[in-house]
């Protein structure tokens, strides 16, 4: 299914849902390169929410220890996404994050997020069991390996490309084996 059916179809269903409630806290989990942040961002564009993603916060770098990184979905930083992210948004107040950049190897200036009657959480390890049951709907996205590689290659470079290949992709796979994040999911695309 292309990103604009499945943005179809999510729509629709967090429509129905927002009849039940008035807030959601959706989550859109999967593989590197199966288009969860286009996915995410076109709802964004669309319904006006709050996008959050994972990226902001992955390990860094003192944190990067042998044993987190063997644990499966240890490669995010699940305790402070949970103090600044989850706990906050379940209060439904303005809250601020500050995310981790990658580049400078340090947390950057904050991010504020306002109250929505919508918020995306989108990224892999979004779905991680330490904060699966504090979304209203999750959700999983794949891509075929060839099709996941050459957008990797297309969006990184091949450089970044064998990166990839070779730690992040193996790490990601332990953590949906692990968890059966899939199953886990109610919508899968």
């Known amino acids: 299914m ?14 129905v849902r927002l009849r039940e409630k008035p807030r959601l806290i959706i989550a859109i989990d999967g593989r590197c390169a199966s288009g969860k942040t286009t996915l995410a961002m076109a709802l964004k564009r669309e319904l006006g929410c709050n996008v959050i993603h994972m990226d902001h916060f992955f390990l860094r770098h003192e944190q990067r220890t042998p044993e987190r990184l063997a644990e499966p979905g240890g490669n995010v930083d699940y305790e402070r996404f949970s103090e600044e992210v989850i706990i ?3 209060k439904g107040g303005a809250f601020a994050y500050r995310p981790y950049d990658c580049q400078s190897l340090r947390l950057a200036a904050e991010i504020c997020i306002e109250p929505h009657a919508v918020t995306i959480i989108e990224g892999a390890y979004s779905c991680h069991p330490r904060f699966i049951d504090k979304y209203d709907l999750r959700i999983f996205m794949s891509v075929e390996a060839q099709e996941q590689t050459r957008r990797i290659q297309n969006r990184n470079g091949e450089a970044s490309a064998a990166l990839f290949r070779e730690k992040w992709i193996p790490l990601e796979e332990q953590y949906f ?8 999911c109610e919508m899968r695309f």
């Not at 084996?177 to 886990?184: G, M």
């Open 2 to 15: 292309k990103i604009s059916g499945a943005a179809e179809a999510l729509r629709r269903e967090i429509q």
């Open 88 to 90: 906050p948004l379940k």
């Open 177 to 184: 084996k692990a968890f059966r994040v899939w199953e886990q």
